[in-house]
């Protein structure tokens, strides 16, 4: 009597990609977007961008004309200017929203995966953990520049149409710079954290209540350090206070809340990344090799 081997058929189709990755970012993206709560939550985010173009066209128009009334008032008042510091306050003002939209989206991805025994599917295609591991993560890190960094390169199309120069455009130069650099360190490490929470918690909702509860500590723990030794450098602990360091630093802003060098915040950052990182390694890791 035949003896059968006792495992999966090996995978004999064709690949749909040159990246295996793409295929767990298309499923990621194809999952968010049947969810009512994910498109309103995008829609929120995009009622800033609205506010901001408005600004924009209404500077530029306005800014065009020499002779209209409101043109030296707009030139003086600092919160309708078209400059470095209204990029930098889009950013940060839009964190707080990217930072929830990702949690929604992105504190599921690994935990239910495994708690819906998804892994064995994806490592039975030919996929290895590393390719697991880059789909998820630049699934969410695609989605926070959405919302960050996008918006800001259209914004700054907008305002070169509307006002063609040099000038203009060496001014875009530094801005869209700074905004996508600050953006990038803003998406990234928030992207590694949430995941790293969703893979080592049970659930959704343990892991978006993880991530909370983390920043809540860091947060209080910073201030209380800073108030008992009357020291305000060490608010820089407090992670969203490191990140607004470093987007403060790449903006070049001179009031600064802090005397620490924005090396410093670098450091603590791309530390917290790595530890994240690791995290979602081991766990991919561990969930092919028990497939």
């Known amino acids: 009597m035949p003896v059968y081997e006792q495992t999966y058929r090996n995978y004999e189709g064709g690949l749909r990609h040159q990246f295996r990755w793409w295929i767990v970012v298309e499923q990621e993206f194809r999952v968010l977007s049947r969810s009512r709560i994910f498109k309103f939550l995008v829609l929120l985010a995009g009622l800033h961008v609205i506010f901001r173009v408005l ?17 030296p008032l707009l030139k003086n008042v600092e919160v309708i200017v078209v400059n470095a510091r209204m990029f930098f306050e889009f950013v940060r003002l839009q964190t707080p929203l990217m930072f929830i939209t990702l949690l929604y989206a992105g504190s ?3 935990c239910n995966d495994i708690r819906n025994n998804l892994m064995e599917i994806y490592f039975s295609k030919p996929l290895r953990w590393y390719d697991y ?25 907008q305002h070169n149409l509307l006002l063609p120069s040099m000038q203009t455009l060496n001014d875009s130069l530094f801005w869209g710079g700074a905004a996508i650099g600050f953006s990038l360190v803003v998406v990234i490490p928030t992207a590694l954290c949430i995941l790293a929470c969703s893979a080592l918690m049970p659930g959704q909702n343990y892991a978006a209540i993880t991530v909370f509860m983390l920043l809540i500590a860091n947060s209080t723990m910073a201030g209380l350090l800073a108030g008992a030794l009357r020291e305000r450098n060490y608010l820089v602990l407090s992670f969203p206070m490191a990140l607004d360091r ?21 450091a603590y950052v791309g ?13 991919a890791r561990r969930a092919e090799v028990a497939a």
């Not at 530390?271 to 766990?283: D, E, N, S």
């Open 55 to 71: 600004q924009v066209v209404g500077y530029d128009v306005i800014v065009q004309d020499p002779n209209h009334p409101m043109a």
């Open 108 to 110: 599921g991805m690994i």
């Open 133 to 157: 591991v880059l789909g998820k993560v630049l699934a969410l890190i695609l989605l926070g520049l959405a919302l960050t960094a996008l918006p800001v390169a259209l914004v700054l199309l």
């Open 246 to 266: 470093l987007g403060q630093s790449l903006f070049q802003e001179t009031r600064l809340l802090f005397d620490l060098r924005w090396e410093w915040s670098l």
């Open 271 to 283: 530390l917290t990344c790595l530890v994240a990182l690791f995290i979602i390694m081991w766990r």
